[in-house]
């Protein structure tokens, strides 16, 4: 039997949420498969990606073939780099002590850069935040610089009428 290590669709329409499944490969997309070996959301920044690399490392060495997209998902989170140190183990090139140091090493840099990445992204929405806040104030003060010389005016226009309504109103009281 053939598998083939694929992505099964899940979620609402334009909200796709996948689950990484090995598949038979007759068998439909959306269909029955032989084991979940984990979860893919690409909806977040950075894609969320839920493995059971222990399971996925044995198929993969097992011989089950990947899809383009879960191949990428398996190298992000180091399954064919340690498919690569193993072969190395099993050839005499080093040991599994050195092996796994390697790959720790290139997790934890992997992990430093996803970190930097997400600092990055909440300090640019943090900048962005306070730059339109300014730019809410700037209007504000404008606004409230408009009105203020508008309410000025009318009291200036209302003034001049009010003296001429009291002088009017002083003559019909001499005549009186």
Do not use: C
């Amino acid at each position: 039997m053939a598998t083939k290590i694929r992505l099964q669709r899940g979620g609402r329409k334009g909200y796709a949420f996948y689950s990484i499944v090995i598949a038979d490969v007759r068998a439909p997309r959306d269909g029955k498969f032989t084991e979940k070996i984990g979860t893919y959301n690409p909806n977040t920044n950075p894609a969320t990606v839920d493995l059971d690399f222990d399971r996925a490392l044995y198929w993969v060495e097992t011989g089950a073939q990947p899809t383009d997209t879960a191949r990428n998902i398996l190298k992000s989170e180091g399954v064919y780099l340690m498919k690569h140190l193993r072969g190395g183990v099993k050839k005499g090139a080093f040991d599994e002590a050195a092996a796994q140091s390697k790959f720790d090493a290139w997790k934890a840099d992997k992990v430093k850069g996803l970190d930097t990445l997400r600092e990055n992204e909440a300090k640019a929405k943090k900048e962005a935040y306070a730059k339109n806040l300014e730019a809410e104030k700037k209007m504000n003060e404008a606004i409230a610089k408009k009105v203020a010389e508008k309410k000025a005016a009318e009291a200036a226009a209302a003034a001049p009428a009010e003296e001429g309504a009291t002088d009017a109103a002083e003559d019909t009281a001499v005549e009186a």
